[in-house]
C-alpha cells in the first residue's frame, strides 16, 4: 500500500493563504477519491475537501466553502489544496487520505472510515 505523503504546511497570518499537497507515488488516479481532514487539538478530524480522480468532481465542508479548492495532477499522482482568506481556526493538522478501493467519492466523502491510506499529517498554523 502506498502511503500518501504531505507537505505545504506551515505559519501564516489570517488572511493569507496557502497550498499543501499530496503525492501518492506509484499510485495511478484512475479512479479514487482522494481527500484532505485535518484535526485541531482537542478536536476530533474532519473533513475538509475531496476530489474524484476519474472527472474531477470536487466537495468541501461548510467550513471551508468559497476558501479552498481542492485539485489533482494525474501525472504527478498528487492532490493540491488550496487554501485562502486563512482564519486562525483553520490552524490544525491537514492529513490527505485515499480509497484503495478505488470508489469515487460520492456522499460519502466526508466519511473517515472509508478511507484506508493515510498520510502522517502536515501542521497549518494560521496567526491573528
Known amino acids: 500500500q502506498v502511503l500518501p505523503v504531505e507537505s505545504g504546511g506551515g505559519s501564516v497570518q489570517a488572511g493569507g493563504s496557502m497550498r499543501l499537497s499530496c503525492v501518492v507515488s506509484?499510485?495511478?488516479?484512475?479512479?479514487?477519491?482522494l481527500a484532505w481532514f485535518r484535526q485541531a487539538p482537542g478536536k476530533e478530524r474532519e473533513a475538509v475537501a475531496a476530489i474524484s480522480s476519474r472527472y474531477g468532481a470536487t466537495y468541501r465542508s461548510d467550513s471551508v466553502e468559497g476558501r479552498a479548492t481542492v485539485s489533482q495532477d494525474k501525472d504527478k499522482s498528487t492532490v493540491y489544496l488550496q487554501m485562502n482568506s486563512l482564519k486562525p481556526e483553520d490552524s490544525a493538522i491537514y492529513y490527505c487520505a485515499y480509497d484503495t478501493l478505488r470508489r469515487p467519492c460520492g456522499t460519502s466523502w466526508s466519511s473517515l472510515g472509508r478511507f484506508d491510506s493515510w498520510g502522517r499529517g502536515t501542521q497549518v498554523t494560521v496567526s491573528s
Open positions: 506509484g499510485f495511478t488516479f484512475t479512479e479514487t477519491c
